[in-house]
């Protein structure tokens, strides 16, 4: 009589003792679920007064220095002015154009797998490809050979309209490695 008693009150402590262990584990999951999941809402982007072009707006905030956004919106503008006088055509389309055709559907990312980095591809949505190429475009303009950046946008903008230019090498040495390194699409998901 006196074994069973015991033997029940031992029981109850070890399911009080399980019960106590799940409510941590459960509290231990949700603070690292709340910590991985710090995704914070991203803001859209507001487009820009004379083209209503969200491009615009992105190219402008990706060109501004120090907080200097009327100068990149001035420097923009005049691109988008000798673009038109230039081709003859207009701005928002050879920019749109331009952005398509730099945009990258797939990147590399460098992944350690058991001591040795691979370079693993991997596909780009569409916010980041968007963002990489204003990047690219922007790198490319800045690097170009001329005076003055607004000439250097407006031909690399061109360039990149006409699937040429540094923008459009970089994007095809992205594709490049990512063909090269398609073995490795396996360790995508590690």
């Known amino acids: 009589m006196q074994k069973q008693k015991q033997l029940k009150l031992l029981q109850k402590d070890w399911r009080k ?15 690292l679920e709340s910590l991985r999941s710090a ?12 083209y209503r072009d969200r491009f615009v707006t992105m190219f402008v905030n990706r060109l501004m220095k120090n907080g200097k956004k009327l100068l990149a919106y001035r420097i923009i503008y005049k691109a988008m002015a000798d673009i038109e006088i230039k081709t003859e055509r207009n701005p928002r389309k050879i920019l749109a154009r331009a952005m398509m055709n ?3 559907s797939v990147e590399v990312k460098a992944k350690r797998v058991g001591g040795s980095v691979y370079q693993v591809p991997l596909k780009v949505k ?12 922007l790198a490319a303009a800045r690097k170009r050979g001329g005076k003055g950046i607004v000439s250097k946008l407006v031909n690399e903008l061109i360039d ?7 923008a459009r090498k970089r994007r095809t040495e992205v594709y490049r490695m990512a063909r090269a390194n398609r ?7 590690r």
């Open 102 to 104: 730099i945009r990258p």
């Open 126 to 137: 569409q916010e980041r490809s968007k963002v990489l190429a204003v990047r690219w475009i």
């Open 17 to 31: 003792k399980r019960l106590r262990l799940k409510l941590k584990a459960r509290k231990r999951k949700k603070r």
């Open 160 to 166: 990149a309209a006409t699937k040429t230019g540094g």
């Open 183 to 189: 073995a490795f699409a396996k360790f995508r998901n």
């Open 39 to 50: 995704k914070k809402n991203k803001r859209p982007v507001v487009r820009d007064f004379t």
